[in-house]
């Protein structure tokens, strides 16, 4: 991986750890403070916000962050195209705001999800500013390459949530106290970012007309296709909700949502990566660097596939103890749906590198076609499993859906001319997770289920702390063993980090030069 990716990547990586620990610390008490039903509208409303926002933003955020990156010959381009993204986002959210106002005024939201729904609609009419604006200052930070600020801008916006909500719903404001932090803190975070990227470019001068030399209609199609492509990728998160909740609804609803919370965990670092894949990626695409772009996806599949599937298998083996301390005794039913959620899960985190490449070429055909197959599949099998089998078989058409995004995105990547799959070394990948999967699966039974160890105001069973760094250790034992990873390439990992990680990797390198080498 080039140094210039790794310290975004690292960038990002530092400030998704910190975000990690404060979602963990915050969420429960959100979830049992708002309790399952109240989990569910707020779920839901989120889910409706992220499928509008898609029509609203219209390609501004990856228009942005991918045109923003590029070396193109010409005075004032970053000016340019700062401008004429501003101008659009304005344009638009004007537009989606006024859409979700009359939506909710004229009774379309109460005709499809009750009146309890509607003040939290009416409040959606900022949210639209608040996503448009918050999305647009944080990718534009990206393609300019200041990850040092759009990850601490991120984490500012996730504290003042957590800071906006939370006293919100202790004062009995409930999921418009939830969403209402939302919104005020991505307004915001939204406003801090437009200072910030002040200081790169004269938003004065770059909001004023566009030059006659920018390609409009390459960066139009660009966003066009960006649209469908991204409606296609969130219906994959969002649809199973909504219809979830028009048909179920109630706590089931609640109890879903916290068992998508858990697997998204394993989408921690695929998401990094493909944060910083975008723009870096359609840098190498540019300059028609398809050897280190082929070497880079190759790798980066093979590690995305060993990290994800040690997760999955921990979460598999720890569900039963980790919902209930994690969201509370009443969320007990989602460990059935969880479980059910994990293999999709770790097919779609190995569909979001591979995505991320193809999106940085700007050829965006293949990844259409390839998420549309996805998205009809997982709509499909939704419709046809929740209303026999409730919430359980929402998440067994999610996970097909999910899985099958890393197969027809393999085909995709191969269309737009590189291949995912180069270094992948299935059989030792294959043989890894399998001799793994048992001892970590068995561990929990050997850890007395009754121990549980004081945590701030959490009593968390003891197995919790015992799993996860043995389970890590047995994987790695078992990754190395079969050569599934190899010394030299984990020795160019460290070596590559900030210290104290790149000493060691030094270290590493000058006792041990031969195996380094390999």
Known sequence: MDRSILSGFLSIASAKAISLVMGILTTPVLYQLLGPKRVGMFGTVISVQALFMILVS????????????????????????????????????????????????????????????????????????????????RRTLMGFGLERYSEPLKLFNHGLFVGLALPLVTLGFGAVGALAGRVFSGLIAAIVGLVLIARRVSLRSAVGSSPGWLPRKEMMTFNSLTILLMFLMMSLYHVDIVMLQILVGGAKVGYYKGALKLAEFLWMVPLMIQSVFVHSMSELWSNDRIDRINEIAARTTRYTLLLTALMGLGLIALAEAAVPTYLGQEYAPAVVPLVFLVPGAVGFALARPVLAIEQGKGDLRYPIAATGASAVLNLLLNLALIPQFGMRGAAVATSVGYASMFGFHLWSARRVGFDPLADLRVRRVALTVLLAAGPILALPTFVPGDVVLPVVAFAVPLSLFVVPPAGLVVFLAAAYVTGAVGFGETVEILTSCPDPLGTVGRRLRQRFPERAAT
């Open 58 to 137: 219209a390609g501004v955020t990856d228009g942005v962050r991918k045109y923003v990156a590029e070396d193109r010959d010409r005075e004032n381009w970053e000016r340019a195209v700062v401008g004429f993204y501003f101008r659009l986002a304005l344009l638009l959210a004007a537009g989606g705001a006024a859409v979700m106002f009359a939506a909710t005024h004229f009774g379309v939201v109460e005709a499809v999800f009750g009146s309890a729904y509607e003040p939290l609609f009416y409040l959606l009419v900022v949210g639209v500013f608040a996503a448009q604006f918050w999305g647009y200052t």
